[in-house]
Structure formats: C-alpha cells, structure tokens
C-alpha cells in the first residue's frame, strides 16, 4: 500500500508542475499567457491545484502507513 501511494503521490506532482508549468523558462512563460484564453489558463491552473493535493495527500498517507 505504500509504495501505491507513493507512486500515485509522485506522478500528482508531476502532473501539476506540468499543468502549472513550474519546469519552463521565464520567455516560454510569457508566450504561453499572451497565447492563451483566460479561461484556458484558469483551467491548467484549476487541474494543477487539483493534482497538487491529490499528491501532497498521497505522500502524507504513504508517510502515515511507512511510520505507522
């Protein structure tokens, strides 16, 4: 069960930092929000939240369960 949410914490995360865009570069940053609607960019930000807590709370259980 542990390494489950471990895995299902550490593809979360992934998907986040993709949806949130956190391993680009400042000048591809800007060329995607003069590129896109703001309800495009409220989505990916919305997904990536969303993901983001899905992770943190794997992680968190996974950390439950390796001391419990």
Request: net charge negative; aromatic share 16%.
């Amino acid at each position: 069960m542990f390494e489950f949410f471990l895995g299902v914490g550490a593809i979360s995360i992934v998907i986040s930092g993709i949806y949130i865009g956190a391993w680009i570069d400042g000048q591809q940053q800007r060329a995607n929000f003069y590129s896109e609607t703001e309800e495009q960019r409220n989505f990916r930000t919305k997904i990536g939240l969303i993901s983001g807590l899905i992770g943190l709370t794997s992680f968190g259980l996974a950390g439950l369960i390796y001391y419990l």
